[in-house]
């Protein structure tokens, strides 16, 4: 029999790639105390930090022919490249979690379901509440759209009736079509939904190819060298969207290993040798402590020293729609 990859271990689960960070005994997690610390978050937004949903509306439609990036909140995310419009780990959901249960949404999706455009391409990333949405996945509009999902999360899709299902390992490719292919590849974090499914399905990182530029969507993930070596094998890339926000549980733990900081972000994204980087995942749920706005805050101060220019690392409004071409201008 061939050996199977370091991520896939005897008992059918998986794990982070070798020499990513595990978590130390000095772990003291209290579902209570978390409760108590994220009910005292202040939830408010500035009031230009969501954009009007007809705005939104208006501007889908005037870019309709062009390739743009648009931003729905959390890691939801339309990219429109071509003929094909993306979305990745559509939340619609006013909670992450169970019924009714999990983070509730301190901020609306710019758009309803039903308002999207066709969708083409549906990337998962992963199995959390936060980003595998399964109210989301069974009202979705589009079930003929092409799926990519990491291994065993297929059944999720096609028992909801989804007709063109894919399960990834990591560096697994698909083409999509002459202009865009998109490869499953590694990230430092973990998977559950249950108690008994702790690492059943795999998580990991889309790196979408178009024409002559490159995208890397994040997982959820936190640093590891694992993105030293893909920095040398598929960068440099064009733009990285990653996650920058959920890292704050001080004092039940110091930090944690699977959501980076603004900074592991920006240390993450000089890894792969990224032209410009797109903070996400803040702003929608309370998932940690910090305080909401913060995450963007650190994010373009801390820029220059990952030799990075202020103006290469960004994060949108909530609704935001951006051409492609002025999000990669290296001007």
């Given at each position: 029999m061939d050996k199977k990859p370091y991520h896939h271990l005897p008992d059918g689960s998986f794990r982070n790639p070798e020499g990513s960070p595990v978590h130390t005994n000095k772990v003291n997690f209290s579902y209570r105390f978390f409760k108590k610390k994220t009910r005292e978050i202040d939830r408010n937004v500035p009031s230009d930090f969501i954009i009007n949903k007809q705005t939104v509306l208006e501007n889908l439609n005037k870019y309709k022919l062009d390739d743009y990036i648009a931003w729905i909140g959390h890691a939801t995310y339309l990219i429109k490249l071509g003929k094909t419009t993306i979305i990745t780990d559509p939340v619609f959901s006013k909670n992450a979690g169970p019924l009714i249960f999990g983070p509730k949404r301190f901020t609306k999706p710019a758009l309803n379901l039903d308002e999207l455009p066709k969708i083409d391409l549906f990337?998962?990333?992963?199995?959390?509440?936060?980003?595998?949405?399964?109210?989301?996945?069974k009202?979705?509009?589009?079930?003929?759209?092409?799926?990519?999902?990491?291994?065993?999360?297929?059944?999720?899709?096609?028992?909801?009736?989804?007709?063109?299902?894919?399960?990834?390992?990591?560096?697994?490719?698909?083409?999509?079509?002459?202009?865009?292919?998109?490869?499953?590849?590694?990230?430092?974090?973990?998977?559950?939904?249950?108690?008994t499914d702790t690492n059943k399905t795999l998580w990991g990182n889309f790196l979408i190819e178009y024409k002559n530029k490159k995208i890397l969507f994040a997982c959820d993930t936190g640093y590891g060298n694992i993105y030293k070596e893909l920095g040398e094998k598929f960068g440099p890339v064009d733009l990285t969207m990653i996650n920058i926000g959920a890292y704050d549980f001080k004092p039940m733990f110091d930090k944690s290993i699977y959501h980076t900081t603004p900074e592991e972000a920006l240390n993450v994204a000089k890894d792969l040798k990224s032209k410009k980087v797109l903070g996400m995942h803040w702003g929608t749920f309370v998932l940690s402590f910090e305080p909401i706005m913060e995450p963007p805050k650190r994010f373009k101060e801390n820029a220059e020293n990952y030799g990075f220019r202020k103006n290469d690392v960004f994060t949108f409004k909530i609704g935001e729609v951006s051409l492609l071409k002025k999000l990669l201008s290296y001007s």
């Open positions: 990337l998962l990333t992963h199995n959390h509440y936060d980003h595998q949405d399964m109210r989301t996945i009202k979705f509009p589009y079930k003929n759209t092409k799926v990519l999902v990491p291994l065993n999360l297929g059944k999720y899709f096609t028992k909801n009736n989804y007709k063109d299902v894919n399960e990834l390992d990591w560096y697994d490719c698909v083409v999509i079509n002459e202009n865009l292919k998109v490869t499953f590849l590694p990230a430092v974090h973990w998977s559950k939904r249950s108690l």
